[in-house]
């Protein structure tokens, strides 16, 4: 006996989805894998990035090197470890089922512009030899500044504005955090 049409649609329809619900799984794992991947991959270089910080530091004690770059070349690489672990916090709060928000990345961007003005603040030449007030280095200084207050505002306005998704969220954090 030849089953009726409409017992073959709605078989279809439950074959389609229970496919559909497999594919779902076999994405969200796929994602979770790449996830752990890159997390795991700018862990890596959050640590190689203090390595060479630590090592830095070793040849000024050493004598090896002049103590101002250094000095320079390490809160520059410290900043970029600072970047990089903030990166790895947001791939990790991604991985425990909340959505990308924008305040990881507004505080990256906030540490990344210091570690643009250090590099900035060493190129600006000696007093002797400015003769205009404004330079281009100077300029990009003050760019940099009202860049910093801009991002600083959109920091406190996405703090100002949470919503319960991200409390819940950082309340589950928390609760990881106690013992």
Known sequence: MAPRPDQARRTARDLLRALREEARVWLYAGEDLILIAV??????????VVGQSIGGLIHVF?????????VVGFAETALLALILAELVRSLLVTLEGAGLTPEPFLVIAIVAIPREILIT?????????????????VAELLGLTVITLLLVAGLA?????RTPHTEALEAREEARKEP
């Open 39 to 48: 997390a795991a991959i700018l862990l890596a270089a959050g640590l190689l």
């Open 62 to 70: 050493e004598g090896d090197r002049n103590v101002a770059e250094t």
């Open 121 to 137: 603040v060493v190129q600006i030449p000696t007093a002797t030899q400015v003769r205009e007030l404004m330079t281009p280095v």
């Open 157 to 161: 306005v996405v703090r100002r504005t």
